[in-house]
């Protein structure tokens, strides 16, 4: 059974640092993974997808990896913004499309 | 910029009673799935769908549960008598074959 692990489980830095986030999930027989970010309340935002073929995706000041040997994938957030401040999910599919997904590491950017 | 969009974005309802969460998916999408996320924990799946047939479904997706595609551009999750263990948030989404999953806002459905 896939089970995705996401550490921290909160994290909070001041506005403007670099952060990685990790993702590592135990069956690396995946097809693609999706980042998402969770605001309070809210829905799921899709930020990167990675096909099973790429080992990374990059959208503005967004890079997320890919590692399936090793189980793990990352999310660098670059020059950090209060904005940024939400709940990070990550989720792997494998099979008929099913997500499954982290628990989510909260971040906090302070001003 | 497409959106899924999903109602009733709040529901109450009584435990035992039936309840329909609505969705309209993004319209040149033909996956369609719902997760829930019971509060504090993980988003999990419920169900996925594909040229009219289920393609997959979790445990949590018994025989209370039904899907469907009444026309062209709905897609509904009925829970048939509620639990007060149904109470969560319920999200839509819908993609394109292989690609990236795009989700709703949720509708929170409380039961009592």
Not at chain 2, 65 to 88: H, M, Q, Y
Request: aromatic share 10%.
């Amino acid at each position: 059974k896939q089970e995705v692990t996401q550490i921290p489980a909160a994290l909070s830095v001041p506005e403007g640092e670099n952060l990685v986030l990790n993702c590592s999930f135990t069956d690396s027989a995946i097809y693609n993974l999706q980042w998402f970010r969770q605001d309070p309340g809210k829905g799921l935002t899709s930020l990167l997808l990675i096909q099973s073929s790429q080992r990374e995706q990059t959208s503005g000041r967004l890079n997320a990896s890919l590692d399936k040997s090793s189980g793990r994938s990352t999310l660098y957030i670059a020059a950090s913004q209060p904005g940024d401040s939400a709940t990070y999910l990550c989720a792997v599919i494998r099979g008929a499309q099913k997500l499954v997904f982290g628990q989510g590491t909260r971040l906090t950017i302070n001003p | 910029e497409p959106e899924v969009t999903q109602t009733p974005s709040h529901q109450v309802t009584q435990m035992g009673q039936e309840v329909i969460l609505r969705c309209v998916p993004i319209s040149n999408h033909l996956y369609f799935y719902w997760y829930r996320q019971i509060l504090g924990q993980k988003v999990e799946f419920l169900v996925s769908f594909y040229n009219n047939e289920i393609s997959e479904k979790s445990e949590i997706f018994d025989d209370q549960f039904s899907v469907e595609r009444p026309d062209g551009s709905n897609f509904t999750l009925k829970i048939r008598s509620t639990k007060l263990e149904d109470s969560a948030m319920y999200f839509c989404a819908s993609s394109e074959q292989g690609m990236a999953q795009h989700f709703g806002d949720g509708t929170r459905l409380s039961i009592l």
